[in-house]
Nanobody, 126 residues
């Protein structure tokens, strides 16, 4: 049974940093692309970043609003993908989800991912 669990969310002041983790189990992790999405109250789920499958150099993709501030990375030995978030803004406040799929390369649509975690809350105060 595939399971994804996010952690690392919390309350931070604007300008601060958080590192989210997504730990996977029940799958050959290196064969899965992983994406991070977020959803704020009353808004649709939004793509944040993705990292390709593989054991060597991974390809990454970001939405424009987080480029230069967020970094996605993976450690296949730990079955974990990270999202380092710097220079956080109040508009980054949302529930953050990680998702995994074997078929997508760098999917930016939620429907491209089969497996999802329950999410972790990130709140950025002004």
């Amino acid at each position: 049974q595939v399971q994804l669990v996010e952690s690392g969310g919390g309350l931070v002041q604007a300008g601060g940093s958080l590192r989210l983790s997504c730990v996977a189990s029940g799958l050959t992790f290196s064969r899965y692309a992983v994406g991070w999405f977020r959803q704020a109250p009353g808004k649709e789920r939004e793509f944040i970043a993705a990292i390709s499958w593989g054991g060597g150099i991974s390809i990454t993709s970001y939405t424009d609003s987080v480029k230069g501030r967020f970094t996605i990375s993976r450690d296949n030995a730990k079955n974990t993908v990270y999202l380092q978030m710097n220079s956080l803004k109040p508009e980054d406040t949302a529930v953050y989800f990680c998702a995994a799929d074997r078929s997508t390369m760098l999917g930016e649509k939620a429907y491209e991912y089969e497996h999802w975690g329950p999410g972790t809350q990130v709140t950025v105060s002004s």
